[in-house]
């Protein structure tokens, strides 16, 4: 190929480089002039024009596009028609995505001109969703470079997508006295949501007692009747002999690994009993949050081997707390639903300085406070509310009434803000995005401030932390996103919010909301100042 100025004598079949204007008619770049475009370049007094000149076995970027995606031959894969020297290569179903990068860094070592983009091995996919793109960058490219292409892929398989496949799936929950069932069902319905994207089923569920023997039985019993059982543990696992790893050789199978370089999922297990796996989960994948659970989940129900050295090598790209959802390049999607977040009330607290008073029952314009505070929320753009009572809590409860929200009760409040933070996460429906985390003793906060940083997570993709300033200073509330859910678990005793935010690796978006954010009542002058009257509460 012959690219620079071509005498229009001579441009007859050649490809544009930039756009021009010829006859009242628009010939755009990449266009192949025609005589009758010749014509009418020659009538606008054009003499030469800038463009490339294809040489004998040259393929142009279309053809040269496409002859390199059927090179790749991408078992599962969907090829598109190619544009503007591009083919962009879809999943037929959902599935698995793998990649030899071997052989797709040969390709792109071949020259600069061709290149080939995918996205990361063993990434899961949709259908209909792209996994790989081919781009000319030049308007035509030799047919030696293609056949150097087809050397380096040879006898490879470049990528594929090896679809889901339909499991039975049994499920165990071991349970101490203090395991709530409504965190088991919870988990039971994460999970069965989680094995649908392969439509696999939950064919039966036991709750055992966390005991080694007692889980022999279950798991012995399940493994018959399934392909493959999972593991919930009432503890988590801190010895290679602990319950839940004991009892998969005691039932006749094989611990292949204990423990995995990815967090969150440290603390998972695998093994196989007759061929058939048994995963012991970490405790995240009670959430429906990425983890390294479906890392091997997916690897399994794909139908691919997965061996202990091969979860050893998942540490590197194993700090799962930051992956954001990658787009998909260069084609046109729908515009991304709207992330709103939930908020959640904490209005549990003692009120310890207000004497016998609650002073979330304090008088407001003729309102008790927490009820003003809710009412706002509730107005908001915020998704739902879900208010955390513990302290007086049907009296909480009562001045709440007829408001359109969840509650939650907190029996562990006098221990520390950190389990009313846990009590609110773990009420939120699964589906919540992020959690706004609001005070129920802030009465300067408005609709609009809450509409603010509402506007401000959304436009982040639900992806940030959202934190209200004064001053520049950090105040409440904050939003907190979906991804951090798991570290308000590992909160104990009196700590909120604060520590999550300034340990994540999460960008942070500060929203000035002036005096309100920083105006708490935690004493009777202060309530006063703002504008409230104690009540006397039910202390």
């Known amino acids: 190929m012959k690219f620079g100025p071509v005498a229009l004598g001579e441009a007859e079949g050649a490809i544009l480089a930039h756009s021009l204007q010829a006859g009242g008619r628009r010939l755009r770049k990449a266009h192949r002039l025609t005589a009758a475009d010749i014509r009418d370049l020659r009538d606008a007094g054009v003499e030469e024009v800038i463009a490339a000149v294809l040489e004998p076995g040259d393929l142009d970027e279309d053809a040269a596009a496409a002859r390199i995606a059927e090179i790749l031959e991408a078992p599962g894969a969907e090829i598109r028609p190619p544009?503007?020297?591009?083919?962009?290569?879809?999943?037929?179903?959902?599935?698995?995505?793998?990649?030899?990068?071997?052989?797709?860094?040969?390709?792109?070592?071949?020259?600069?001109?061709?290149?080939?983009?995918?996205?990361?091995?063993?990434?899961?996919?949709?259908?209909?969703?792209?996994?790989?793109?081919?781009?000319?960058?030049?308007?035509?490219?030799?047919?030696?470079?293609?056949?150097?292409?087809?050397?380096?892929?040879?006898?490879?398989?470049?990528?594929?997508?090896?679809?889901?496949?339909?499991?039975?799936?049994?499920?165990?929950?071991?349970?101490?006295?203090?395991?709530?069932?409504?965190?088991?069902?919870?988990?039971?319905?994460?999970?069965?949501d989680r094995l649908s994207r392969s439509a696999s089923r939950i064919t039966e569920e036991d709750r055992p007692p966390h005991d080694t023997a007692k889980l022999v039985e279950a798991i012995s019993a399940q493994v018959a009747r399934n392909d493959m059982v999972l593991v919930f543990g009432a503890s988590a696992v801190c010895d290679f002999d602990d319950v839940i790893p004991a009892a998969i050789r005691q039932a006749g199978g094989d611990v292949v690994r204990t423990g995995m370089p990815v967090d969150p999922g440290n603390l998972l297990v695998l093994g196989f009993i007759d061929g058939k796996p048994v995963i012991g989960a970490p405790g995240c994948?009670?959430?429906?949050?990425?983890?390294?659970?479906?890392?091997?989940?997916?690897?399994?129900?794909?139908?691919?081997?997965?061996?202990?050295?091969?979860?050893?090598?998942?540490?590197?790209?194993?700090?799962?707390?930051e992956i954001p959802t990658r787009p998909q390049p260069r084609e046109k999607s729908a515009k991304p639903a709207r992330?709103?977040?939930?908020?959640?009330?904490?209005?549990?607290?003692?009120?310890?300085?207000?004497?016998?008073?609650?002073?979330?029952?304090?008088?407001?314009?003729?309102?008790?406070?927490?009820r003003r505070t809710a009412e706002r929320a509730v107005a908001s753009k915020a998704d739902g509310l879900v208010a955390v009572l513990g302290h007086e809590a049907e009296a909480v409860s009562a001045a709440l009434d007829g408001l359109a929200i969840k509650t939650a009760v907190n029996a562990d409040y006098a221990h520390g803000l950190s389990t009313s933070l846990k009590a609110g996460i773990r009420a939120l429906p699964p589906t919540a995005s992020g959690a706004l985390i609001m005070l129920a003793d802030m009465p300067g906060i408005t609709t609009g401030d809450l509409n603010r940083l509402v506007d401000a997570f959304a436009a982040s993709g639900g992806a940030a932390i959202v934190r209200a300033t004064h001053g520049g200073k950090r105040g409440n509330p904050v939003i907190l996103p979906g991804v951090l859910f798991p570290e308000i678990e590992r909160l104990e005793g009196d700590t909120g919010a604060r520590h999550v935010v300034e340990s994540a690796p999460v960008e942070i978006i500060d929203v000035e909301l002036g005096a309100a954010a920083s105006l708490d009542v935690d004493t009777p002058a202060a309530l006063a100042a703002a504008g409230g009257a104690l009540t006397g509460g039910e202390g």
Do not use: Y
Not at 157 to 177: C, M, S, W
Not at 289 to 307: A, E, H, T, Y
Not at 343 to 370: C, E, H, T, Y
């Open 83 to 192: 544009s503007t020297g591009r083919v962009n290569i879809h999943a037929a179903d959902a599935g698995l995505f793998t990649v030899d990068k071997r052989t797709i860094d040969a390709i792109n070592a071949v020259d600069p001109a061709v290149t080939v983009a995918t996205l990361a091995n063993f990434a899961p996919v949709e259908a209909g969703q792209m996994v790989a793109t081919v781009k000319i960058i030049p308007f035509a490219v030799s047919a030696a470079i293609i056949a150097r292409i087809e050397a380096a892929v040879a006898a490879a398989r470049p990528f594929a997508i090896e679809p889901f496949r339909p499991h039975r799936v049994g499920l165990i929950q071991t349970v101490l006295p203090n395991v709530k069932d409504s965190v088991l069902d919870k988990t039971a319905r994460i999970t069965a």
């Open 285 to 321: 994948a009670r959430s429906p949050k990425l983890n390294g659970f479906d890392w091997v989940l997916d690897r399994l129900l794909s139908g691919l081997d997965i061996s202990g050295d091969d979860i050893a090598g998942m540490g590197v790209g194993g700090l799962l707390m």
């Open 339 to 370: 992330k709103n977040p939930w908020i959640v009330l904490l209005a549990a607290g003692q009120s310890r300085r207000m004497g016998p008073s609650n002073k979330l029952l304090a008088d407001f314009a003729g309102q008790p406070l927490v």
